[in-house]
């Protein structure tokens, strides 16, 4: 069929003297983009049909008839022997096309006192209400796949950074824990905006409603809204809920990001602090040698692309008077984009996290930093514990600092001898300062240093454990 010749049939060519230039048509076609809507705008089409006979405007026969037609519909594109027409113009049409070429005349008043202004805002409500839910899911599962992970080790000590630069010892438990609570608080906001995209839109019509006796209530009852929209002009305009959703996915693939880059960090040489399994990695076309990290790059780069998608929402939405404008067609590419690469990033992470090799001697070399520098804020800590305003136990502690970096001496090895030279440090301190070392000495450093970091929160290995075991019970369902 040659596209310049084609004339479509439309479902509003009354009005019309010409048909529309092909090209034009096309171009605000939607149905390539959201025919994965059609579960829904079916599921929509039934609850729409038994309201209308409930409330009098059609028959109770030709409420059977539409909604037979419509599961019948529905099962065959399920099995693939159903496929829309190519020339509608989106998932609405197409459907209704499809029920009319197969029931004929009744499947005409399906679209009675509904618009596809209020039905795309259900239909959209609908999918995203679900994959709110399946987002949910996956991220339960990274939430599961971490704490196995951290389980395994909240004795492993490692550097802790600030501005990339060893700051304190802690733990790899503590550390991944770190993310668990980050895709905590990501699940929290999805539960969050489920009660705003919970909205029954139907009834809104194109905007100001209807004079037929439409049951708004019915339909909501039908399709499980524990709420009907209650501003019908609202209700066609608003696609808050796609913005929301777009934000709290941009923020899960945000932390996804940063927890990738943490892979790929220490997955150089440099670093060696894991290696990423064959499985996850991949080569170099030029240099025999290389093993890259593509995985969590891809990551971190795809998450690029909800922050897009967000500023695309948010930029599409903003001049836009009341009350449906074709712009809003445009929250679906974005949308879906959002919902796709969210759910393809976060469903790789669970297998891709079980298959990391932590090196655990690598991780514990360098947690206590060169000559166990990075004990030293533990050193000024325990100078106040024995009185020493903390000011002057920093002041004093620095001055140890540059007397082993100028000698090459641990600070973990200082004698009450060294700190002689450390000017305005008495004999008290300076035993205070022995002591401490000498309280360290018995096994690893870093491992002591951490054990001692009880604060609720912190990276003690107890502690860490008990948060890992409570998390562990919600996982055990599954
Ligand atoms: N495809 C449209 C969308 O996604 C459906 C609503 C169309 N409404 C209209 N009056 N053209 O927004």
Not at 249 to 262: F, I, Q
Request: one cysteine or more; proline letters at 5%; aromatic letters at 6%.
């Amino acid at each position: 069929m040659s596209a310049g010749d084609h004339r479509p049939a439309t479902m509003w060519g009354g009005r019309f003297a010409a048909p529309p230039d092909p090209q034009a048509y096309r171009y605000q076609a939607s149905l390539a983009v959201d025919w994965r809507l059609w579960p829904y705008d079916i599921a929509g089409s039934i609850a729409h049909a038994r309201m209308l006979a409930h409330a009098g405007i059609i028959s109770a026969a030709e409420a059977r008839q539409i909604v037979q037609g419509l599961a019948d519909l529905r099962d065959d594109l399920q099995a693939g022997s159903a496929v829309p027409p190519a020339d509608a113009e989106d998932v609405h049409s197409a459907i209704e096309a499809m029920l009319v070429a197969r029931i004929g005349k009744p499947a005409e008043k399906l679209h009675t006192g509904r618009s596809r202004n209020d039905q795309v805002a259900l239909d959209l409500r609908l999918y995203l209400r679900d994959e709110v839910r399946a987002v949910d899911h996956l991220l339960a599962k990274v939430q599961c796949a971490l704490l196995d992970v951290a389980q395994a080790h909240t004795k492993t000590v490692m550097p802790g950074y600030t501005h990339l630069q060893l700051a304190q010892p802690v733990t790899l438990a503590h550390h991944l824990m770190a993310y668990y609570e980050m895709f905590r608080r990501d699940r929290a906001r999805l539960a969050g905006i489920l009660p705003r995209i919970n909205v029954m839109p139907l009834g809104a019509g194109a905007l100001a409603g209807s004079t037929l006796p439409l049951d708004r209530d019915y339909v909501a009852r039908e399709l499980g809204f524990p709420a009907v929209a209650a501003n019908s002009m609202d209700a066609v305009a608003d696609r808050d809920f796609v913005v929301e959703f777009i934000a709290a996915a941009a923020l899960v693939m945000t932390h996804v990001s940063r927890l990738a880059e943490e892979l790929v960090l220490w997955s150089s040489q440099e670093f060696g602090f894991v290696e990423i399994d064959d499985a996850y990695a991949t080569g170099s076309s030029l240099m025999p040698h290389k093993k890259n990290p593509d995985l969590p790059e891809l990551m971190r780069g795809r998450a690029a692309r909800l922050t897009g998608d967000l500023v695309t929402v948010l930029t599409m939405l903003k001049g836009l008077p009341l009350t449906y404008n074709k712009d809003l067609q445009e929250d679906k590419p974005a949308l879906f984009d959002a919902v796709d690469t969210v759910k393809d990033t976060v469903a790789i992470l669970p297998p891709f996290l079980a298959s990391l090799r932590f090196n655990v001697a690598k991780l514990a070399a360098g947690a206590a930093g060169t000559l166990d520098l990075a004990l030293a804020t533990d050193l000024a800590e325990h100078l106040v514990t024995q009185g020493i305003p903390f000011r002057t136990a920093h002041a004093l502690v620095g001055q140890l600092v540059r007397y082993c970096l100028d000698r090459g001496r641990p600070l973990t090895k200082l004698t009450a001898d060294d700190c002689r030279g450390v000017p305005g440090m008495d004999d008290g301190t300076a035993a205070a300062v022995a002591a401490w070392a000498a309280s360290l000495q018995n096994g690893s450093v870093a491992e002591a240093a951490v054990a001692r970091h009880r604060t609720v929160g912190g990276p003690a290995p107890e502690l860490v454990a008990e948060a890992i075991n409570r998390a562990k019970l919600a996982c055990s369902g599954g």
